[in-house]
């Protein structure tokens, strides 16, 4: 007995000293509603208790591909956490752990016209620049013994991109807390992937956040 579901299932979260939260989402692994997060599912990852697991709701033992947990980080200190906590789950399934983190394209590249070898080498700059910082960021949080990589373009479609192409059970991804006029402007990539993705989802809230 709660006054919403959201407050209920925080205060048996709370309760249980619950390491975490599975969630069903309102959509299934197929595009179909415009609303594929119930309100419920939206208001729990705005306000992370712990960390919370959202899976389609018609997701099925097929559907969990035999490939590597797949992490994506944005090379802050708030991914090492969910990082952390991918590689443990990873472990537990007896499943490799993939790193991955997308460098986005500027507008001027973006929308660059001149000449295309130019533009490939700024890419490509790019792209190594991006290699160096993930291998530092790993090294830096004790995760290099994990396969890593970077990609270039849209953080959304590289992760549907990756995890399709890796045959993953699961994608797990830092939260950044957006405050409301923040996600007026952008949007959270978990909550997103979370929407969206055929398979299930975890978001781990920043570290000290639940636990």
């Known amino acids: 007995d709660a ?3 959201e407050t209920g ?25 415009p609303y594929r997060l119930g309100r ?37 200190d708030r991914s090492a956490h969910a990082a952390e906590m991918a590689a443990r789950l990873a472990a537990y399934l007896d499943r490799p752990m993939r790193i991955m983190h997308t460098v986005v394209l500027p507008e001027s590249l973006t929308y660059y016209r001149g000449d295309q070898r130019l533009r ?13 910082g993930l291998e530092e960021w790993c090294s830096e949080h004790g995760l290099s013994r994990f396969a890593r990589e970077v990609t270039v373009g849209d953080p959304h479609g590289s992760v549907h991109d990756r995890f399709e192409a890796l045959n993953s ?34 978001l781990v809230p920043p570290a000290g956040d639940g636990e």
């Open 3 to 5: 006054p919403s579901a």
């Open 9 to 33: 299932l925080t205060g048996q979260v709370e309760a249980h000293g619950a390491a975490g939260l599975i969630i069903g989402r309102r959509a299934g692994k197929v595009e179909g509603t």
């Open 40 to 76: 419920t599912a939206r208001r729990l990852l705005r306000h992370l208790p712990v960390p919370v697991i959202v899976a389609p709701s018609d997701l099925e033992l097929a559907d969990l591909g035999s490939g590597p947990v797949l992490c994506a980080v944005d090379l802050h």
């Open 120 to 132: 490939q080498e700024l890419v490509d700059d790019l792209r190594r620049d991006a290699t160096l």
């Open 169 to 202: 059970p699961l994608v797990v991804c830092g939260t950044r807390r957006l405050t409301l006029a923040e996600r007026l402007f952008t949007s959270s990539l978990g909550t997103y992937l979370a929407a969206t993705l055929p398979v299930p989802m975890l």
